[in-house]
């Protein structure tokens, strides 16, 4: 079985300040990380995703997210968040080998100017 | 260019109407998807079919119906609608089943069930 968690419903922060969302997960197996991102009333938008390798992934309009297989995270990053990046974010994950992708409930970001 | 295109955009219908939500890709993927997304913004997938064939078929009411004529379409039909049918309904794609491809969404269909 697979399962994501997003322990935030919200995360607020100022505009240029860090943006944290934090994910972690659960597969019996190896893991396929995925972000996408949702704005209101659009479809979901792949943010970046990891796969194997560099633990480090970058991706998409600045973000970048870490695979910490010890901690079971996949943690996304911006290092300087804009207005523009409030939206809702997923994570999901996908067990190897399996054909479904799990999301997790999704945490709403909220940039102030 | 729409690389994945979903009509109608908004749906409005009485309980125990039939409706049907179409969905096109131009990405020459061989999977698509249905997903719902309830009014908590939850995401649960429905079912995915790999080049015709159905792979994923979640536990969904069986009034519920997928049907791919091509790998480029995977329609839904949805027979006597119910209040709690009520949902955004997303359709995706990605190049094969499995493995580590992202899937690319659809704009969504909003289903409103009076």
């Known amino acids: 079985a697979q399962s994501v968690a997003q322990p935030e419903d919200q995360v607020n922060v100022a505009e240029g300040n860090p943006l944290t969302v934090k994910c972690t997960y659960s597969v019996s197996g190896n893991p396929y990380l995925f972000w996408y991102v949702q704005y209101p009333n659009r479809g979901l938008q792949f943010l970046l995703k990891?796969?194997?390798?560099?633990?480090l992934v970058k991706g998409s309009y600045g973000f970048e997210a870490e695979f910490n297989k010890s901690q079971t995270s996949f943690h996304l990053k911006k290092p300087s968040a804009l207005v523009s990046d409030s939206a809702l974010y997923f994570c999901?994950?996908?067990?190897?080998?399996?054909?479904?992708?799990?999301f997790g409930a999704g945490t709403t970001v909220t940039v102030r100017a | 260019d729409t690389a994945v295109s979903q009509t109608p955009k908004y749906l409005v219908t009485q309980m125990g109407n039939d409706k049907s939500i179409k969905c096109e890709q131009n990405?020459?993927?061989?999977?698509m998807y249905w997903y719902k997304q309830d009014s908590k913004k939850f995401l649960k997938i429905m079912f995915s079919?790999?080049?015709?064939?159905?792979?994923i078929n979640e536990t969904v009411p069986n009034r519920f119906s997928p049907k791919s004529p091509d790998k480029a379409h995977l329609n839904l039909h949805i027979n006597s609608l119910e209040l709690g049918d009520s949902a955004v309904y997303f359709c995706a794609s990605s190049q094969i089943a499995g493995a580590g491809y992202e899937q690319y969404f659809g704009p969504g269909t909003r289903l409103t069930v009076t």
């Open positions: 990405l020459g993927h061989d999977t």
């Open positions: 079919y790999n080049n015709k064939e159905l792979i």
């Open positions: 990891y796969i194997t390798g560099d633990n």
């Open positions: 999901a994950v996908r067990d190897m080998g399996d054909y479904k992708l799990s």
